[in-house]
């Protein structure tokens, strides 16, 4: 597989362009959907991040994608989920009243009151456990962050990062070939694109 | 840590950067996919586009400069100008905008602070407040509301790039524009800006002291302690800077290096 075909999902509240030109530029073949069916076709998902829990949530069941994500998931498949797309793998958030998709257990939380929400800006991400995602770039580097709420994982196994902003929190999850992180790497320099570098060599490795 | 941003701030009219004093006097800058690729090339934080003579006709301009400029930045972009409505902010971001700037439409409607913010998430939407000094205080009789000037209000709101005056309280519409959910807000003092003889200390320290989202402070900067003063002083989260930067005056990495220094969280290449 000299090239992966990447679906980007499309539930209408997401910076795709941003994501699929930084997939682009590390040479991947990318296509933004809202079909089920081209879902489950693809070598890997992207899951994108920006908007609300509740329009999110709605959009993806008025599709009919919730169902189709979480069987690509369960069938083991690489899947990145970026900021509010880390967000919904988990059950539900203070956010909104919505349940998310439920496939890790734990929830998401709103920052507490003594720091500014949402937290914007270049904050540093202290490696934990091994992630293809990281390889190649060191510990506490600087990625950008735009979010009020973040992911409380049930299982701290599955925490690969954490950042600190009030509270440490998890900026990123590995759990086999289910990734995730809080930051957005297509919004953060040369250390965002090699991020995606390392998505898409570790499609080409998996899928080998 | 969190860091302190430095952002340049590329007005833009008719597809070419900009720069004027006092809102006044428009010079020419340059071009700006060229000037955004140096910048983010330098180790800026991020960069906003202002429209600042937005209208219908020519919203496909800055529509074109976002896409040929985005197609190339992996920093965060935010475009402010003429935006009214929520499509409006579909097409911004379409076109590759991480954020949205709304400065006189959320005065005229602040309905769309809060639409906008539910729909798109308040990450999204920065609210621009452009504010002036208030020097002789007549308190006409314009409709009483919450937010209008008192007797206490040292500084008001003007909109329609700076043309208009508005009776608003801008300590009380910073807080109101919070409330309803913008995600950050971007200070110009009218009073300082171009005039590089430093930021409005006391202006930018009132709004970060009462409200609890970033602040970005603009208008004024000419020397490297006119940038530590703001985010030290006043507390700002971010800088904006334009004529500094877009003179080559100081590059990016100076003004950092000068920045860190001081001890202030600053993220170098």
């Not at chain 2, 910073?174 to 009073?191: F, H, I, R, W």
Request: include cysteine.
């Amino acid at each position: 597989m000299n090239k992966p075909k990447i679906t980007i999902i499309d539930y209408q509240a997401s910076n795709l362009r941003s994501v699929q030109k930084a997939l682009e530029a590390n040479g991947a073949t990318t296509q933004i959907s809202d079909n089920p069916k081209t879902i489950s076709q693809s070598d890997a998902i992207v899951f994108p991040g920006q908007g609300a829990i509740d329009p999110s949530m709605k959009k993806l069941n008025e599709k009919n994608l919730i169902e189709s994500i979480k069987l690509y998931i369960s069938n083991d498949k690489p899947f990145l989920g970026i900021c509010l797309g880390l967000q919904l793998l988990f059950e539900f958030s203070d956010e909104g009243k919505e349940n998310c998709l439920g496939i890790l257990k734990g929830n998401s939380k709103l920052f507490p009151p003594d720091v500014k929400t949402p937290h914007i800006g270049w904050n540093q991400v202290e490696i934990h456990i091994s992630n293809p995602l990281f390889n190649g770039i060191k510990s506490n580097s600087y990625f950008y962050f735009v979010h009020s709420y973040y992911a409380l994982p049930k299982d701290n196994k599955i925490i690969s990062s954490k950042t600190d902003y009030g509270v440490e929190f998890c900026s990123s999850i590995i759990n086999k070939n289910l990734m995730g992180v809080q930051f957005h790497p297509e919004k953060s320099g040369p250390n965002g694109l090699k991020v995606y570098n390392n998505f898409i060599k570790f499609i080409k490795d998996g899928r080998m | 840590m969190l860091t302190k941003r430095i952002i340049p701030c590329l007005d833009i009219n008719a597809g070419r950067v900009v720069k004027g004093v006092n809102f006044l006097n428009l010079q020419d800058a340059g071009n700006p996919t060229e000037l955004a690729e140096y910048y983010d090339n330098e180790g800026a934080d991020e960069l906003v586009f202002l429209d600042i003579t937005a209208s219908t006709e020519k919203r496909s301009i800055i529509i074109d400069v976002v896409k040929s400029v985005s197609e190339k930045l992996f920093i965060p972009l935010t475009v402010g100008g003429g935006i009214n409505k929520l499509s409006d902010i579909r097409l911004m971001l379409q076109a590759g905008a991480d954020k949205v700037s709304i400065n006189t439409s959320a005065v005229i409607n602040p309905r769309l602070i809060s639409d906008a913010s539910e729909f798109f998430g308040s990450q999204c939407i920065v609210v621009a407040i452009d504010v002036k000094t208030i020097k002789d205080q007549i308190l006409t009789n314009q409709v009483t509301t919450d937010i209008n000037i008192d007797i206490n209000s040292n500084w008001e709101v003007y909109t329609h790039g700076g043309r208009n005056k508005t009776g608003i309280d801008a300590i009380k519409w910073a807080k109101e524009a919070a409330s309803l959910g913008a995600g950050e807000l971007l200070v110009t003092s009218m009073d300082t800006d171009g005039k590089k003889e430093g930021y409005d200390l006391d202006l930018i320290k009132t709004i970060t002291d009462n409200v609890n989202i970033p602040v970005i402070a603009s208008g004024g900067a000419g020397q490297l302690n006119h940038l530590s003063d703001v985010l030290q002083y006043a507390n700002a989260d971010a800088v904006l800077a334009a004529s500094i930067f877009h003179y080559k005056q100081f590059t990016i990495n100076e003004v950092k290096n000068y920045l860190s220094k001081l001890k202030i969280p600053i993220r170098l290449n």
